[in-house]
């Protein structure tokens, strides 16, 4: 199961789809999530469900997920997704401000713990935040 925060127009929803036996996507933006959800519909996907909101918050009514994958950059990596992420399960996820983002892939492992490694530096939109505490990538 994968959480995807970012649907846009929903291609990488599909891409995952096809990797995944259901794939749970946020958009913030009405008219794209519309138009996503149609989209997927008209290709025949029926195991991708678009949620209209806050991407900072997941979707905690489904969690836990085995894979996160963020197309928003938050300055930390927010709360509530680490928390949704399953044991044995990895997040991939643009952290920073706009001048330093990097690509980081997260993991927790089996017992819980959280770590995260830096991939690459990035340039992302900003993911909307909450006043929520958050981890620093590092």
Request: proline residues 7%.
């Amino acid at each position: 199961m994968v959480l995807e925060i970012g649907t846009g127009l929903g291609y990488q929803a599909a891409v995952l789809a096809e990797l995944s036996g259901k794939v749970y996507s946020v958009e913030i933006i009405d008219e794209l999530a519309q138009r996503a959800v149609q989209r997927l519909k008209r290709q025949g996907y029926t195991n991708v469900e678009v949620r209209i909101g806050n991407g900072y918050s997941g979707w905690a009514e489904h969690a836990p997920f085995d894979k996160v994958i963020v197309t928003a950059a938050p300055d930390l990596i927010p709360p509530p997704l680490i928390n949704q992420l399953k044991a044995g399960g990895r997040m991939l996820i643009p952290v920073g401000l706009p001048e330093a983002q990097q690509l980081v892939v997260a993991e927790k492992d089996l017992r819980g713990k959280f770590t995260m490694k830096e991939i690459m530096p990035v340039l992302f939109s900003q993911l909307e935040g909450s006043d929520e505490p958050a981890l620093r990538a590092s």
